[in-house]
Every structure is written in structure tokens, then in C-alpha cells.
């Protein structure tokens, strides 16, 4: 069996899903859609790019990583069902994007997360080191946020799915309690950089990192906060679990698949929430490579042969 696999190409985590897959799982791939026997869409909304004759003809798997139900209008419904007409099989990486799926199609949808690479992502026990490499004061509480949190559209807009607005409010109550410096991270950052501003917040903004140097950042947070409204994973709560890094998170994606009930709250018990960093590291072993990928082999085998 040939394994077709669409590439985002947008230097975004779905890119180096791909380039792992292909180095680390014994399925042969192709590049040539002609040589596939089997289509994954693993960025389903660049589906359009393969040509139809080649959807129709082989068998598809297509990755939902979440619905943003603020932004699902009639377009974008229009737009899943078209798309659901040559798809056989869909992959979603949580129960609660299974539940949105599974309102819109009939097809069978499986529920395999995402592997969390342990080459990539560590545990580094000199924090002190870190710290002086980035020239950091020991004595700041650091929380970080390494996710996207404005919209590409105008730069300005928040991405209310992912909740900087939330993010904000969590960071207006910590600063009361600590000496207080958010880290974050990579392009579109805007909208926070922006209220940090406002607020009064010390930061440090690295925008282009390194897979090494983010795995380094992670090592010395004492608190990463997911404050998102949906998501599929999000990755960054397997990245914080797998390099013993504290975190709390909204009960979006598999957050409640790795993470303890009490690090996981809503926006009026925020400040009741508590990091569990070896109930969160017991949890996502399994994800490791290679065992976290043995689930995704089965699926495009049993989607092939069905």
C-alpha cells in the first residue's frame, strides 16, 4: 500500500507531523498522487489541492483537528459536506471534535491523538543554565503561552478560539500573586503583545525558535496556560506533559485525557486550578514515538483493505 499524504506547507505543526510520520512509521509513502493507493488529509482544508479524480478513485482518510463552532457557519458547512462526499474514513484526535463530527456525517470516525516526539521534547534539569542562556531573572515567575493568538486576517483581530482574551484575565490575577513575566513565542502574536502592553505585563517575545530552544523555554516555566475555547489537541499540553512542565488547561481537547481533574478549570475556578506534572507525564508515555504511531498504521491499513 502507498500512503498519499497532503502537506499544509505552512511551517505550522502539521508539517512536522508528516516529516515524523515518514521517518519514524515502516508505511511506504509517496509523493506521486498517480503511485497512492490511499489519500490522508491531514490538513483538510487544503483538500481542494488534490485533484478529484484522485479522491474519487483512491481511498481517504481525512483528519478533522477541531471545529471552531463560532466561525462553523452555512459556508463552512457547505463546504464539510462537500468535502465528506469523498471521504471514507475520518481521524480525529479528541472525544470532543469526534462529537462535532459525528453530528455532520455518517462516515466512521476513529479517535487516535497525536504522538508527542520524546527525541524532540525532554525533561532538562538545569533550569539555571536555561535561564542565564536567555539572560532570565531567577527570581520572575515565568508562565508561557506558545500558541497563536491572532487572527491572520487583519493582525489586529483576537482568535477567540485559543482565548488570549481569557489568557489576559488569568495573567491579571497571577500578577497580583507573583513577580509576574509571560514568555512567549512564535508569529502572530499580536493581540497579546498588544494587551501585555496595556496591562503592564513584563514579557519576552522570542518570534522564530527553534524545535531545541522551544523544548528549552518549556524546561523553565513554572506554569503554561492553555485558556483556549476549542481545539483538537492541543499539542502543547502532550509537550508540556512529556518535559514535566506545569501546566493548567480548559477542558478542550485531550486535556481531559492527560491531564488531573484539578488542573483543569473553567474561567470561574481558574485560581483553584493545580499543575499535576507526574499525573501528566504517567499519561502520555503511550503517546511516545514509536508506540504512539501504531494506532495510525492500523487505521490506513484497515481504511485500505475496507
Known amino acids: 500500500m502507498n500512503l498519499y499524504i497532503?502537506?499544509?506547507?505552512?511551517n505550522w505543526v502539521v508539517d512536522r507531523f508528516i516529516k515524523e510520520f515518514k521517518e519514524f512509521d515502516k508505511i511506504r509513502s509517496t509523493r506521486l498522487l498517480f503511485n497512492a493507493d490511499l489519500i490522508w488529509i491531514i490538513a483538510p482544508w487544503t483538500w481542494r489541492k488534490i485533484p478529484i479524480k484522485y479522491l474519487k478513485r483512491?481511498?481517504?482518510?481525512?483528519?478533522?483537528?477541531h471545529i471552531d463552532e463560532d466561525k462553523f457557519d452555512e459556508i463552512?458547512?457547505?463546504?464539510?459536506l462537500?468535502?465528506?462526499?469523498?471521504?471514507?474514513?475520518?481521524?480525529?484526535i479528541s472525544e470532543s471534535t469526534y462529537k462535532q463530527v459525528s453530528n455532520l456525517t455518517i462516515k466512521p470516525i476513529k479517535i487516535i491523538p497525536f504522538w508527542v516526539n520524546q527525541n524532540i521534547w525532554f525533561e532538562i534539569k538545569n533550569r539555571d543554565q536555561i535561564l542565564d542562556k536567555y539572560k532570565l531573572d531567577n527570581k520572575k515567575f515565568y508562565i508561557g503561552s506558545f500558541q497563536r493568538d491572532t487572527e491572520g486576517s487583519d493582525l489586529i483581530s483576537p482568535k477567540l478560539s485559543?482565548?488570549?482574551d481569557r489568557f489576559i484575565e488569568i495573567l491579571r490575577r497571577k500578577k497580583e500573586e507573583h513577580n509576574l513575566c509571560v514568555i512567549i513565542t512564535g508569529k502572530r502574536r499580536n493581540y497579546l503583545i498588544k494587551k501585555l502592553n496595556e496591562e503592564k505585563i513584563e514579557y519576552k517575545y522570542f518570534e522564530m525558535v527553534s524545535f531545541s530552544e522551544l523544548n528549552e523555554l518549556y524546561n523553565i516555566l513554572d506554569l503554561y496556560i492553555?485558556?483556549?475555547r476549542?481545539?483538537?489537541?492541543?499539542?502543547a499540553i502532550l509537550e508540556c506533559a512529556i518535559t514535566r512542565t506545569p501546566i493548567i488547561s480548559t477542558d478542550v481537547g485531550i486535556a481531559s485525557e492527560i491531564l488531573s481533574t484539578s488542573s483543569i478549570y473553567q474561567m470561574n475556578n481558574f485560581h483553584e486550578a493545580k499543575p499535576d506534572i507526574e499525573y501528566a507525564y504517567k499519561n502520555v508515555i503511550k503517546y511516545q514515538i514509536p508506540e504512539g504511531m501504531k494506532h495510525y498504521r492500523k487505521l490506513f491499513l484497515e481504511s485500505y483493505e475496507n
Not at 58 to 65: A, E, L, P
Not at 76 to 80: D, G, H, I, L, Q
Open 162 to 164: 485559543k482565548g488570549p
Open 226 to 228: 492553555v485558556s483556549s
Open 230 to 235: 476549542y481545539e483538537g489537541g492541543p499539542q
Open 82 to 92: 462537500e468535502r465528506d462526499s469523498i471521504v471514507n474514513q475520518y481521524h480525529v
Open 6 to 10: 497532503n502537506s499544509a506547507k505552512e
Open 58 to 65: 483512491n481511498k481517504v482518510v481525512c483528519t478533522i483537528h
Open 76 to 80: 463552512a458547512k457547505k463546504e464539510f
